[in-house]
């Protein structure tokens, strides 16, 4: 299969999975996750009218993205993977939503870019649904407190919460927690479902799924798991 017959096949299983669930058609943001891929392999998605991108690290995006975003208008780039203080200034210049939110340091520090830089990149907080230690992500606890804070006193523009459940784990339970949590937050958006259980994360309310592997094939290096 070429990349566009993949991202049509996924499409439709998007929207079989919007419909299944009684959800309207569209309802649902395809992020196509490209961390690992250059160029020559992301161009075929944006030239088949894929629009949503996510990467895993500032640094790579920034080698290949700038142009990619100025000889394509209307293309939404997504930080999917964690995110260091430093990176801030990068990351608020380069990225048009932030998926991974979890401490006050990384709040803070998006929120002193964005004023400075006049963008206000939209935020998701990421939830540690499985309280794993080598994980990034707020504990679900904390998870409704923190997106309050960062709302409140960061003043961010948060738009809902983002997980990515454990890999040995059934993840239709973490799916209806971020959701509950959601809900307790008052957030509307929530970011989970990777290539292997978007159509259950979709059953549960997923509005972003993160799809990766089933859009661009094996990967060539690792990356933490995202997609």
């Given at each position: 299969?070429?990349?566009?017959?993949?991202?049509?096949?996924?499409?439709k299983?998007?929207?079989?999975?919007?419909?299944?669930?009684?959800?309207?058609?569209?309802?649902?943001?395809?992020?196509?996750?490209?961390?690992?891929?250059?160029?020559?392999?992301?161009?075929?998605?944006?030239?088949?009218?894929?629009?949503?991108?996510?990467?895993?690290?500032?640094?790579e995006?920034?080698r290949k993205w700038?142009?990619l975003?100025?000889?394509?208008?209307?293309?939404?780039?997504h930080?999917?993977?964690?995110?260091?203080?430093?990176?801030?200034?990068?990351?608020v210049?380069?990225?048009?939503?932030?998926h991974?939110?979890?401490?006050?340091?990384?709040?803070g520090?998006?929120?002193?870019?964005?004023?400075?830089?006049?963008r206000?990149p939209?935020?998701?907080?990421?939830?540690?649904?499985?309280?794993?230690?080598?994980?990034?992500?707020v504990?679900?606890?904390?998870?409704?407190?923190?997106?309050?804070?960062?709302?409140?006193?960061?003043?961010?523009?948060?738009?809902?919460?983002?997980?990515?459940?454990?890999?040995?784990?059934?993840?239709?339970?973490h799916?209806?927690?971020?959701?509950?949590?959601?809900?307790?937050?008052?957030?509307?958006?929530?970011?989970?479902?990777?290539s292997a259980?978007?159509?259950?994360?979709?059953?549960?309310?997923?509005?972003?799924?993160?799809?990766?592997?089933?859009?661009?094939?094996?990967?060539?290096?690792?990356?933490?798991?995202?997609?």
């Amino acid at each position: 299969m070429t990349a566009a017959d993949r991202l049509a096949e996924i499409r439709k299983r998007i929207e079989r999975a919007e419909r299944i669930a009684g959800r309207a058609t569209g309802a649902v943001t395809l992020v196509a996750v490209s961390k690992t891929f250059d160029a020559p392999d992301i161009a075929p998605l944006i030239a088949a009218g894929q629009r949503q991108f996510g990467e895993n690290r500032v640094q790579e995006a920034a080698r290949k993205w700038p142009a990619l975003k100025e000889a394509t208008p209307g293309i939404v780039l997504h930080l999917i993977g964690p995110l260091q203080s430093n990176k801030a200034a990068e990351a608020v210049a380069l990225f048009d939503v932030i998926h991974t939110i979890d401490r006050d340091k990384i709040a803070g520090a998006i929120a002193a870019e964005a004023a400075r830089q006049g963008r206000a990149p939209r935020c998701f907080v990421q939830v540690n649904t499985g309280a794993e230690p080598q994980k990034a992500g707020v504990d679900a606890r904390e998870a409704v407190g923190f997106a309050a804070r960062c709302r409140e006193v960061h003043g961010l523009a948060i738009a809902g919460l983002m997980c990515i459940p454990p890999v040995e784990e059934s993840p239709g339970p973490h799916f209806a927690l971020l959701r509950k949590l959601a809900e307790e937050a008052g957030l509307a958006a929530l970011s989970m479902g990777m290539s292997a259980d978007f159509e259950t994360a979709i059953d549960f309310g997923a509005t972003h799924v993160r799809v990766g592997s089933a859009l661009f094939g094996t990967r060539t290096a690792p990356a933490p798991s995202a997609a």
